[in-house]
C-alpha cells in the first residue's frame, strides 16, 4: 500500500534528539573540527575587547562562520546568517543547538575591523605548521606564481585625479585622504587612475579591457602542494619584486629554508638571480633574456651571447673581430657598458645585423657576471627544465582549488580585506590537505 505523510506536526516534542548523531562520521566539518584548533584565536583578540558592555559573539565561532562562509562559497554574510538554522551540519560545526539564537550578520565585518589582518595570517601559520609537523612540507623546493583577484568595484568608478578634481562630488576629500594612504603598484596609469570605490585596487587590462583587480602572491611546497607563503598586493605590482618576501616567508612559517625555487620568465631578473646565489639557492627560473642567450636577437640583431669575453684584456671580441673596451660604469645598475669604436661600426659590413644604434654596438656586463652566468647555466639544466614543466601544472592546481571558494572575485574592499579572504582561501586548501593525510 502507498504511503502517504501526515497532516501537520506529527510530534509536538521530539525526544533524545542529538545534532552529534545526525552528522556522518566522516563529514567535511568533522574531520576540521578533529584537525584544527579554533580556540587559539581567544588568546589572540581578548586585548582587543573591552571588559564591560555587552558580551560579544565568542571569536571562536566568529572564525568558525568565516571558514563556513569561504569554505561553502556563501555568497554574503547576511545569506550566511539566513542559512546556518537551516543546516545541523553547520549548527554542530558552531557549537549551536535547534535552538541557539544567529547574531546579525554585521557581526563578521565588525570582527574583521576590531581583529584585523594579523589573526587570519597567524591562522594560517598556525594551520601550515601542522602541515609541518605532520611531514607534509619537504621545505626545500618551493614554487611561485600569481594570480588576478578582480575587486568588488565597478569600471566606472575609475577616475582621473589630475584632470576631474573640479568635477567630483563632495565627497573628494575624503577619496584624496584614502589616497594618500594607499600602496601604489608597480603600473604608471595607476598613479593618475583611482577608483573611488576602493582606491586600493589597481587598473589592469585584460582581454583588451580594463580592470579593477589585486594579486595574490604564492609559494606551494612541491611535496603535498602546501602554500606555505601568501602575500596580497595590487594588481600591477611586479612579480619579481616579490620572489625574496616569498621566500623569506616560507623560511619564517615553516621553519625550513628552500634550497630550490622554480618559477616562470616573470621572476628571472638579475636580481633575483643574484640573491638566490647569495641565499644558495638554486633559481630554476626562466630569464627574462633566455630567448637572446638561445642564439636569438632583439629586432633580430645579433645577441649579446655572440660577443666573446677575454678577461685579460677586459674586452670582447665581436662576430666581426673587433675588439669593445669599456665605455662607461653604472653603479646604480652594477653594470659596465663595453662599446666597439665609431670607425669599426661603420665600416662593418655585418652593422645591419649587429646594431641600430648610430653610435655602434654596445655590450653590458654585470659586475657579477660570473655568479649572473652560473645561475642561468643551472637555469637551463634537465632537472630546471623538469621544475618548470611541473610548475606550470602546479600552480595552475592551486589557483584552480581556490577558484570553489569564490577566489577570482574580492568580497571585500580594501587590500587588507582581500588579503583576509586570501588567508582563509589559503588557510582552507591546507587544511583539506590534513584531512586527507
Not at 24 to 29: A, F, K, S, V, W
Not at 165 to 178: F, H, S
Not at 363 to 374: A, G
Request: some cysteine; hydrophobic content about 35%; aromatic content about 8%.
Amino acid at each position: 500500500m502507498m504511503g502517504r505523510m501526515p497532516a501537520g506536526q506529527e510530534s509536538l516534542f521530539v525526544a533524545g534528539f542529538s545534532l552529534d548523531k545526525r552528522i556522518r562520521q566522516d563529514h567535511p566539518l568533522r574531520k576540521i573540527a578533529g584537525v584544527v584548533d579554533f580556540k587559539f584565536v581567544d588568546g589572540e583578540v581578548r586585548d582587543k575587547y573591552g571588559y564591560n558592555g555587552n558580551v560579544s559573539v565568542p571569536p571562536v565561532v566568529v572564525l568558525k562562520m568565516m571558514l563556513l562562509l569561504v569554505a561553502y562559497n556563501v555568497r554574503s554574510e547576511r545569506e550566511l546568517m539566513e542559512t546556518i538554522p537551516e543546516r545541523l551540519d553547520w549548527l554542530w560545526f558552531l557549537g549551536y543547538n535547534l535552538e541557539s539564537d544567529v547574531p546579525g550578520h554585521s557581526v563578521l565585518s565588525k570582527a574583521r575591523i576590531r581583529w584585523g589582518e594579523d589573526v587570519f595570517k597567524k591562522f594560517f601559520e598556525r594551520v601550515l605548521m601542522q602541515c609541518v609537523e605532520r611531514g607534509l612540507v619537504d621545505g626545500s623546493k618551493i614554487f611561485m606564481d600569481s594570480s588576478l583577484v578582480y575587486a568588488d568595484a565597478s569600471k566606472n568608478s575609475v577616475v582621473d585625479t589630475e584632470t576631474n578634481k573640479k568635477y567630483l562630488d563632495k565627497g573628494y576629500p575624503e577619496l584624496e585622504k584614502r589616497l594618500g594612504e594607499r600602496e601604489v603598484g608597480d603600473g604608471k596609469v595607476n598613479r593618475r587612475h583611482v577608483s573611488s570605490t576602493d582606491p586600493e585596487a589597481a587598473i589592469i587590462r585584460r582581454g583588451g579591457s580594463p580592470n579593477l583587480a589585486y594579486k595574490v602572491h604564492r609559494s606551494v611546497d612541491s611535496s603535498s602542494e602546501v602554500i606555505t607563503a601568501t602575500q596580497t598586493t595590487a594588481a600591477d605590482t611586479d612579480d619579481a619584486h616579490k620572489m625574496a618576501a616569498l621566500m623569506e616567508d616560507h623560511k619564517r612559517n615553516t621553519g625550513l629554508a628552500a634550497k630550490v625555487v622554480v618559477a616562470d620568465s616573470k621572476y628571472g631578473t638579475v636580481e633575483n638571480f643574484l640573491s638566490c646565489y647569495d641565499m644558495k639557492v638554486k633559481a630554476h627560473v626562466y630569464g627574462l633574456r633566455r630567448a637572446q642567450e638561445k642564439g636569438g636577437g632583439l629586432d633580430g640583431i645579433y645577441s649579446e651571447s655572440r660577443f666573446k669575453y677575454d678577461e685579460s684584456s677586459d674586452s670582447y671580441e665581436c662576430p666581426a673581430g673587433k675588439r669593445l673596451r669599456p665605455k662607461s660604469r653604472h653603479l646604480q645598475r652594477q653594470s659596465v657598458d663595453y662599446a666597439a669604436s665609431k670607425k669599426d661600426c661603420a665600416a662593418c659590413d655585418q652593422r645591419s645585423a649587429c646594431t641600430k644604434n648610430k653610435d655602434g654596438r654596445t655590450v653590458k656586463r654585470h659586475l657579477r657576471h660570473r655568479e649572473l652566468s652560473l645561475m642561468r647555466s643551472r637555469a637551463g639544466s634537465k632537472k630546471a627544465k623538469a621544475d618548470l614543466k611541473t610548475r606550470s601544472h602546479l600552480m595552475e592546481r592551486s589557483f584552480a582549488r581556490s577558484v570553489r571558494y569564490g577566489f577570482k572575485r574580492a568580497r571585500w574592499r580594501g587590500r587588507w580585506r582581500v588579503a583576509i579572504q586570501e588567508y582563509m582561501t589559503s588557510t582552507i586548501q591546507n587544511i583539506f590537505v590534513l584531512t586527507r593525510n
